[in-house]
Every structure is written in structure tokens, then in C-alpha cells.
């Protein structure tokens, strides 16, 4: 195997909650990346693990940091397993429009090319189940079917207590994320709200939710640093 060089960041996925807590799956992730690496002279500057509930898989706050973390480091992207991921079109498309160097330790041979055709295969998958769903669901209301939620439907307080659990969550990563910017944010400090938006687009820094900088963007970055 050709010996590896430069700085990684490691991005590992479990797809539930209780594979998050227990570690099963990660370690294994882990395992695959460091024997990958194994050589050469690198550095692992991070690792991000991704704990998905499958309901909400377009949500990748780990994924968005370990890909602005390439980006302020100059890393590189390692993932330990990239089949698992062939039929996910968001993380493939947020890979491809990134601009970052990757690297799959179970297929070191994929490139931008064989992500790009992976993304658009997942689309189309996707496509077609979303078509056959709305198909289903008239067919549904065509025979009588109330659907949506029945008359008098209230929010239970579980449902509440988990709405203000990822409130607290969206908040805690938002701050986690200006405090990874703070370096680049120190250098922009001269510059206006409207400029700092123009240079971090230029270096190609996203948002924390993957989006394009602008002054209210920054403004409101800044007094996060602040706060």
C-alpha cells in the first residue's frame, strides 16, 4: 500500500442511536481507517462521528464540520467505508461540491468522477420512491382515507421534550462551529461584515448548514465569538 502524507480528517457514521452510545460500528470504522493510514507520515487532526436516526439523514452537522475542517486545515477527507454511503445523494453530493481531497479506506480507487455517477444513481433512486409514495398516497385519498393528523391532535410532552432537545443540540453545534472558525474569523477582523462574506466564500468555507456567507451571516457569527 502506498505510504500516506499530510493531515486527515476522519469522518465515521452509525446510523442509530444506540449504535452511537455503544460504540458498535465505530470501532471497527476506526480500525479500518488507522490500517488504511498505516505508513507514511500523516496526521489524524480530527475525527467526526456522525450518529444518525435515519429519519432526518438530510441533517449532517458532523459531516459539515469535518468538511470545513479539511478546508482550515488542508486536510484530507478519509472515510472508512464509502459503500455504505453509494446510495446516500446528499452526503455524495455534499462530497462532490465540497472541493475537498477524500480518500475511502474500503475504496481507495473512487474519485470525484465515481462519486459523481454514485450521486446521481442515488437521485434517481430516490426520485422513484418519492414518485411511488405520492402515487400511493392518492391512491389513498382516492379511496376515502383521511390522511395527516386526526381532529384534536395535540403534541404530546415526549414530543415536546425532543423538539427542545434539538433546539438545544442545533444551538450547541452552532457554537461548536463558530469557536472551529474563531482562527479564520481572527483574520477578517479589519474587514467588514460584507467583505469577510466575500473572502470566506472565496476560500470556500460554508456555512454551518453548507450555504454561502453573507453580511448577516458573519455579523451573526461574530457575536456568537463575542458572546
Not at 442509530?16 to 507514511?40: D, H, I, P
Not at 469577510?196 to 451573526?220: D, K, M, P
Amino acid at each position: 500500500m502506498t505510504p500516506h502524507h499530510g493531515k486527515f480528517i476522519s469522518y465515521l457514521r452509525v446510523s442509530t442511536k444506540r449504535q452511537g452510545e455503544s460504540g458498535l460500528g465505530l470501532e471497527a470504522q476506526r480500525a479500518s481507517v488507522t490500517s488504511f493510514l498505516n505508513g507514511g507520515n500523516w496526521q489524524l487532526v480530527e475525527e467526526h462521528v456522525e450518529v444518525e436516526s435515519g429519519k432526518h439523514d438530510h441533517n449532517r452537522p458532523a459531516l459539515h464540520a469535518a468538511l470545513e475542517a479539511c478546508k482550515i486545515y488542508g486536510a484530507t477527507l478519509v472515510i472508512a467505508k464509502l459503500d455504505r454511503l453509494s446510495r446516500d445523494a446528499h452526503f455524495l453530493l455534499g462530497l462532490q461540491k465540497a472541493g475537498v481531497k477524500f480518500v475511502a479506506a474500503d475504496m481507495p480507487e473512487a474519485n470525484e468522477m465515481v462519486v459523481g455517477i454514485m450521486a446521481l444513481v442515488a437521485q434517481a433512486e430516490r426520485r422513484m420512491i418519492s414518485e411511488r409514495t405520492k402515487a400511493a398516497l392518492a391512491a389513498a385519498t382516492a379511496r376515502g382515507k383521511r390522511l395527516g393528523k386526526p381532529k384534536g391532535y395535540q403534541i404530546s410532552a415526549a414530543t415536546s421534550e425532543t423538539r427542545a432537545r434539538g433546539s438545544a443540540a442545533t444551538a450547541a453545534n452552532a457554537q461548536v462551529f463558530a469557536q472551529r472558525l474563531r482562527p479564520v474569523f481572527a483574520e477578517l477582523t479589519d474587514l467588514s461584515a460584507n467583505a469577510a462574506a466575500i473572502e470566506l466564500n472565496r476560500r470556500g468555507i460554508a456555512t454551518a448548514r453548507g450555504g454561502v456567507w453573507s453580511a448577516v451571516s458573519v455579523i451573526n457569527l461574530r457575536t456568537r465569538l463575542e458572546g
